[in-house]
């Protein structure tokens, strides 16, 4: 009873504070950080649904400029050194690219896809699929939700973002495969996420995905 009153009495003249934002922690639940902080804290979602994630390099301002013409320029004739450049990561670290069962590019929303013209991933995968000889599904996934742009959210908005963005085109072409998921950037990985969550709902056995560059 006696430490309670002094546990009492100390907070009282030393009332606990977070330590982040300095709010008064009212709560006796509550030790170093308030409500609002913890809960601006972006948890990895469990389970995680990719088995490996391999980046071929760092986003740089190279990497950056080299993508940006790549994706909005319409360089398309960029794929080929980003290719070169891929193959190159994968046989010098011994990556199995060739031990999966199918490789397909993360699709792009229709929309988007024809204001584009061409769904840049789609060009790299594509070029991979050539080399190493593993089979090629473009439409193996579906992007059923138009979401915003993920360069224009937070790192909390751009998981929210991609909530049931994807659908099975076959599940029938999914079950107990292993599929290589080909991207250009990783940034949070919320879109590799969601697709993997997907083709994993659907009785894939194994979803690892490869990049051209990973923001750091």
């Known amino acids: ?6 546990q009492g009495a100390r907070e009282l003249i030393f009332p606990d504070n977070c330590l982040l934002c300095r709010q008064f922690l009212n ?28 980046p071929t390099c760092l986003y740089n301002e190279t990497a950056q400029k080299l993508l940006h013409a790549f994706k909005y320029n319409s360089k398309t004739s960029l794929s080929k050194t980003m290719v070169h450049l891929m193959i190159d990561f994968i046989d ?18 229709p929309v988007r896809r024809r204001e584009r013209g061409y769904n840049q991933s789609a060009l790299l995968s594509l070029g991979l699929s050539r080399h190493y ?37 076959n599940p029938t072409d999914v079950e107990g495969k ?20 997907t083709l994993k709902a659907a009785g894939a056995a194994r979803v690892g995905v490869l990049t051209f560059s990973v923001t750091v």
């Open 92 to 109: 010098r670290h011994h990556i199995p690219l060739q031990k999966f069962d199918l490789i397909s590019p993360i699709p792009l929303h």
């Open 27 to 54: 709560s006796r639940h509550q030790r170093q950080l308030c409500a609002k902080c913890l809960g601006s804290l972006v948890f990895n979602p469990a389970p995680f649904a990719l088995d490996q994630v391999w």
């Open 1 to 6: 009873m006696l430490q309670a009153f002094l």
């Open 133 to 169: 000889g593993v089979p090629h599904s473009e439409n193996l996934l579906i992007r059923q939700k138009m979401t915003s742009t993920q360069t224009e959210l937070g790192a909390k908005q751009r998981w929210t973002n991609m909530e049931g963005a994807f659908r099975i085109q």
């Open 178 to 197: 292993s599929i290589v998921l080909i991207d250009d950037l990783y940034t949070t990985g919320a879109t590799v996420h969601s697709a993997a969550e």
